[in-house]
């Protein structure tokens, strides 16, 4: 949500009042106006920093969005590739890990002119 002030801390500084012979005290004017300058700036400054931060984490979240569609496009390609998985196959982290070796070293094998469906 932006905010839309009216005055800047500049044009705060730069106003410059009629003088009036009944009118208040030009210095204690200026004082006051001092005080409510700092106020303003710092206004400004928290406004500037949240705008920052805002940015920052909008790009976080955009960032967290895209890698969360890639995750669930893992997901799915995993789901898929084990879908006929049956729950009494006696699936382990072990025969994960066996497979995976095989799967490496047909890999080799091929990349070196072997087929691997070939050798006894």
Do not use: C, H
């Not at 009036?20 to 004082?31: I, L, Q, T």
């Not at 400004?44 to 995750?71: G, P, S």
């Amino acid at each position: 949500m932006a905010i839309k002030l009216v005055l800047s801390s500049e044009q705060i500084s730069e106003k410059v009042f009629k003088g009036v012979p009944r009118g208040y005290d030009p210095y204690e004017v200026d004082k006051y106006l001092d005080t409510i300058i700092l106020d303003y700036e710092k206004v400004e400054n928290n406004y500037l920093l949240a705008k920052e931060e805002m940015k920052t984490l909008e790009d976080k979240v955009k960032q967290l969005e895209k890698e969360n569609k890639n995750l669930f496009i893992e997901l799915e390609k995993l789901k898929k590739k084990y879908a006929n998985i049956k729950p009494g196959d006696n699936v382990t982290d072990e025969n994960i890990d066996l497979i995976k070796r095989i799967n490496t070293l047909e890999r080799f094998l091929w990349r070196n002119g072997f087929n691997p469906t070939t050798i006894k």
